[in-house]
């Protein structure tokens, strides 16, 4: 499939890329928005990250490695910054205001994710630059939402994992409430927000105010929990690592490694069972329906893993699944970025940094007719833009020059 490399851009596409042509604003930092706006750069977009001159977005101090974060090039900040340029801008300044304004009026999305309120005190609030530009498409990303008791509130991942109910279900009896292993309330929030972007693009005529909440696109994923309590009226729980749908569906222990078995249906315990040479299971009058073996699971799992602690899990995982019993590994983080699963699908490709060393990135979550779009420059060095975007404005280089002298850029 043929890939492009847009003229200002920074990444390749599949051919058409879907936002051939957007400009983006990101005035985001650390994760929600600069994760919503890195899928909007691989699905095409040009996005120009406008950065606090001196420091710019937090992440770049952040991440794994001290030596980066010295540098301004933390891993927290490679992770979801590639294909963006960057400019620096002080939009406390009088003319950093009016340079934000010049931008967007030739912008389509303005992404944000300061505190309700800020960019109103800035004099940049969505009533002002709406005048600029009627066609604007601002996204405003924030914990709780632009109004609300907690609107105000600070809201970081493990706030808002709290706060959403998610960290109540997750564990088990003895061990809930616990945070999710990953920054879910950021990921899930910038999606959202990218999800609603790239919706409010298609609409006719454009210019909208997007009001994206974390708390509320993280209970929304939990629309099985959420609907079983205000439906059914059954109390959320924390079930562990047990399918509370089913049964015998959970991880289940073998002789090296754990592994998921997802025998859901009747013809896929009977094939568990069976396999397992434990057939006489099948006329046990604790299992012999769905709900039997579901109020019965934990004498259940006893009996299965009297069997599947004999062998170790590459044993169990493919004669499974030939059999139509849904199975698999429960994977360590470089175990799956290892596999040939992920590999072969082009998940992970290496980019080039500015100083030649190359990292392996993830590209978008998405293919198209077959490709999968990567950015194919780097993420940005503080500012490495101002000169060709600013001049695209129409500065000239006594204008650049005063600029940076008085902190504006």
């Not at 509130?153 to 279900?169: H, L």
Request: hydrophobic content about 40%; glycine content about 10%.
């Amino acid at each position: 499939m043929a890939t492009e490399t847009r003229a200002g851009g920074q990444t390749a596409h599949p051919t058409p890329a879907p936002l051939a042509g957007v400009r983006v604003l990101d005035l985001t930092n650390v994760l929600a928005g600069p994760f919503c706006c890195y899928q909007l750069a691989l699905m095409g977009a040009e996005v120009i990250k406008v950065e606090r001159p001196g420091s710019g977005d937090l992440a770049r101090q952040l991440g794994a490695d001290p030596a980066r974060n010295a540098a301004g090039m933390g891993i927290s900040f490679l992770a979801q910054n590639a294909g963006k340029s960057s400019v620096t801008l002080d939009m406390k300044a009088d003319e950093g205001k009016a340079l934000l304004k010049r931008l967007v009026a030739r912008a389509d999305v303005l992404v944000e994710n300061f505190r309700p309120g800020v960019m109103d005190r800035l004099g940049l609030g969505y009533e002002t630059l709406k005048e600029v530009n009627p066609r604007l498409i601002y996204c405003a990303i924030s914990g709780f939402g632009q109004d609300g008791p907690w609107k105000d509130n600070p809201a970081y991942d493990q706030i808002v994992q709290g706060i959403s109910g998610v960290m109540s279900i997750t564990g088990d009896a003895g061990s809930a409430p616990l945070r999710v292993g990953y920054p879910l309330a950021d990921t899930v929030g910038g999606m959202t927000a990218a999800f609603a972007v790239a919706a409010a693009l298609n609409a006719t005529p454009r210019g909208i105010f997007l009001d994206i909440s974390m708390t509320e696109a993280v209970i929304s994923t939990m629309g099985w929990v959420v609907s079983n309590h205000l439906i059914g009226g059954v109390p959320p729980g924390a079930h562990g690592n047990e399918n509370t749908t089913s049964a015998p569906s959970g991880t289940f222990a073998t002789a090296d490694q754990p592994i998921n078995i997802a025998a859901n249906r009747d013809e896929q315990w009977q094939a568990l069972a069976r396999h397992l040479g434990l057939e006489a299971l099948l006329d046990d009058p604790r299992f012999l329906t769905r709900e039997d073996r579901k109020t019965n699971r934990h004498a259940l799992r006893a009996a299965l893993e009297t069997v599947l602690t004999t062998r170790p899990a590459s044993h169990w995982v493919d004669p499974l699944n030939r059999l139509g019993v849904p199975t698999g590994p429960v994977l360590s983080v470089p175990q799956v970025l290892e596999g040939e699963q992920t590999r072969g699908r082009d998940l992970i490709r290496a980019t080039k940094l500015a100083n030649g060393e190359d990292i392996d990135l993830l590209g978008a979550p998405v293919m198209a007719d077959g490709a999968r779009a990567h950015a194919t420059l780097p993420p940005p060095t503080l500012g490495q833009d101002n000169d060709r975007i600013w001049r695209d404005l129409g500065l000239n280089e006594a204008d650049l020059t005063r600029l940076k002298q008085e902190d504006v850029i």
